[in-house]
Antibody, heavy 120, light 108 residues
Framework: QVQLQQWGAGLLKPSETLSLTCTVY????????WTWIRQPPRKGLEWIAE???????SYNPSLKSRVTISVDTSKNQFSLKLSSVTAADTAVYYC???????????????WGQGTMVTVS | SSELTQDPAVSVALGQTVRITCQGD??????ASWYQQKPGQAPVLVIY???NRPSGIPDRFSGSDSENTASLTITGAQAEDEADYYC???????????FGGGTKLTVL
C-alpha cells in the first residue's frame, strides 16, 4: 500500500524559506507526477507545483517566482521550497501522488498527512 | 479567483440525493476529479474521469459531465458524507492544475 510521509519546519519568520519533503513508501516513483498542494486556514485547496520522476516540473504561475520543486529518486523523495514567505503563506501543505490517463484524466489518489506551516 | 466555480454550500436531507456542480470552460476539454475533505483530515479522491470510483468509495458516489459542467452526485446521502467537496481539473491552457473553491455539504 502506497503511503506518503511528509515533514518540514512548521514555524517560520517572514522572509524565510519554507522547506518540506515527502517520502513515497511502498510504490513506484515512475509513472506518476508528485505534487504539492496547500490549504490556508478555513480556505480552499491550491495547487502549487508538480514534478515527475525525470524531473520535469510545472508550477502555479502565481507562485512560480518563489517555488522550487525537486526530486530524489534514489530516496523516493520529492521536496518543496518556497522562498520569501509571508503570513499569506500560512497553510496546511500536502504532498500528493498524481496520475494521468487519456481515458480518465488526472487524479490525486494518495495524499500525505499534511504539515501545518505558520509564518509569524 | 478560481477558473472552476462551485456553489459554496449545499444541503441534503438524510437519504436523499444531492448533486454538487463544478463549472469552468476547461471542463469542455478536461475531466474533473472530486475530493472529499472532512475537518482536520487530508482530502480523499472520490471520483475521477468520466465516472470512476477508487477502491473503497461507496457506489452512492457518482460523477457526470456536460459541456462546461462536472457534477458529483450522492444518491442516498449518509450522515458521514457531510464534508467539503472540491473539484479539480486543468486551467484553460491545459498546463496547470486548478481546484474549485469547494462546496460545504450539510446532511440534515
Amino acid at each position: 500500500q502506497v503511503q506518503l510521509q511528509q515533514w518540514g519546519a512548521g514555524l517560520l519568520k517572514p522572509s524565510e524559506t519554507l522547506s518540506l519533503t515527502c517520502t513515497v513508501y511502498g510504490g513506484s516513483f515512475r509513472g506518476y507526477y508528485w505534487t504539492w498542494i496547500r490549504q490556508p486556514p478555513r480556505k480552499g485547496l491550491e495547487w502549487i507545483a508538480e514534478i515527475n520522476h525525470s524531473g520535469s516540473t510545472s508550477y502555479n504561475p502565481s507562485l512560480k517566482s518563489r517555488v522550487t520543486i525537486s526530486v530524489d529518486t534514489s530516496k523516493n523523495q520529492f521536496s518543496l521550497k518556497l522562498s520569501s514567505v509571508t503570513a499569506a503563506d500560512t497553510a496546511v501543505y500536502y504532498c500528493a501522488r498524481g496520475s494521468y490517463t487519456s481515458s480518465s484524466g488526472d487524479a490525486f489518489d494518495i495524499w500525505g498527512q499534511g504539515t501545518m506551516v505558520t509564518v509569524s | 479567483s478560481s477558473e472552476l466555480t462551485q456553489d459554496p454550500a449545499v444541503s441534503v436531507a438524510l437519504g436523499q440525493t444531492v448533486r454538487i456542480t463544478c463549472q469552468g470552460d476547461s471542463l469542455r476539454s478536461f475531466f474533473a476529479s472530486w475530493y472529499q475533505q472532512k475537518p482536520g483530515q487530508a482530502p480523499v479522491l472520490v471520483i475521477y474521469g468520466k465516472n470512476n470510483r477508487p477502491s473503497g468509495i461507496p457506489d452512492r458516489f457518482s460523477g457526470s459531465d456536460s459541456e462546461n459542467t462536472a457534477s458529483l452526485t450522492i444518491t442516498g446521502a449518509q450522515a458521514e458524507d457531510e464534508a467539503d467537496y472540491y473539484c479539480n481539473s486543468r486551467d484553460s491552457s491545459g498546463k496547470y492544475r486548478v481546484f474549485g473553491g469547494g462546496t460545504k455539504l450539510t446532511v440534515l
